[in-house]
């Protein structure tokens, strides 16, 4: 069965600063990999998605992710933080059966 | 605007009481899912279907049930079979299976 690993419960950055998130799938074929965005009480907003082709994959609001497929990991990278990237970002692995798995979630606080 | 509406956004319900969650999506999609999240522990599928009339259990289907009659609806029933229903329901479609998922914005279900 697939599944997803988020090693980082909670990061915090500085304003300003580069961010990366880290995602290890575990998944026996080619993956599906996606990253999420949920603010506060609110549902999720995907930032990207990788399926084929170049590993690195550009995605919204200056986000972008690199697959590395011998290092099984999807890490989520932006190189200017804002204030209003401070949120909870998910990675996601897509089964043959269609069955999306996520991480247990990033927490990412950015202090002035 | 098309997009998926889940309603209420605040639920409460006594323990031992049944409970429909709405979830309606004008997107026109096929695919309709229903997660849980909790605090540390990400989102996990409740349930999926992917074309009308039919749905599949996902990892925690126990003490849940769905009914998938049109393409734009898909309700979700929280049982009094469910031990911790407390949560944070979000609600998903997509194109097809393999497609990036639409979110609505969750319903918090408190059972006391």
């Known amino acids: 069965a697939q599944s997803v690993t988020q090693p980082d419960i909670h990061i915090t950055v500085s304003e300003g600063a580069s961010l990366e998130l880290r995602c290890n799938y575990s998944?026996?074929?080619?993956?599906?990999l996606f990253w999420y965005v949920q603010s506060p009480g609110q549902g999720l907003q995907l930032l990207l998605k990788?399926?084929?082709?170049?590993?690195l994959v550009q995605g919204i609001k200056g986000f972008e992710a690199e697959f590395k497929r011998s290092q099984s990991s999807f890490n989520l990278r932006k190189p200017s933080v804002h204030w209003s990237d401070a949120a909870e970002y998910f990675c996601?692995?897509?089964?043959?059966?269609?069955?999306?798995?996520f991480g247990a979630g990033t927490t990412v606080t950015v202090r002035a | 605007d098309g997009g998926i509406t889940q309603s209420p956004k605040y639920l409460f319900r006594k323990e031992g009481q049944n409970v429909t969650l709405s979830c309606e999506q004008n997107?026109?999609?096929?695919?309709m899912y229903w997660y849980r999240q909790d605090p540390g522990q990400g989102l996990r599928l409740i349930y999926y279907?992917?074309?009308?009339?039919?749905?599949q259990k996902g990892d925690i289907a126990e003490g849940y049930s769905v009914s998938r009659e049109k393409k734009e609806s898909f309700p979700l029933t929280v049982t009094s079979a469910q031990k911790n229903p407390t949560a944070f329901y979000l609600c998903?479609?997509?194109?097809?299976?393999?497609?990036?998922?639409?979110f609505g914005n969750g319903t918090r279900l408190t059972v006391t």
């Open positions: 997107l026109n999609h096929d695919a």
């Open positions: 998903a479609s997509s194109i097809a299976g393999n497609s990036p998922l639409h």
């Open positions: 998944y026996g074929a080619t993956p599906y």
């Open positions: 990788y399926f084929s082709g170049d590993t």
């Open positions: 279907s992917q074309i009308v009339n039919d749905f």
């Open positions: 996601a692995v897509l089964s043959n059966d269609y069955k999306l798995s």
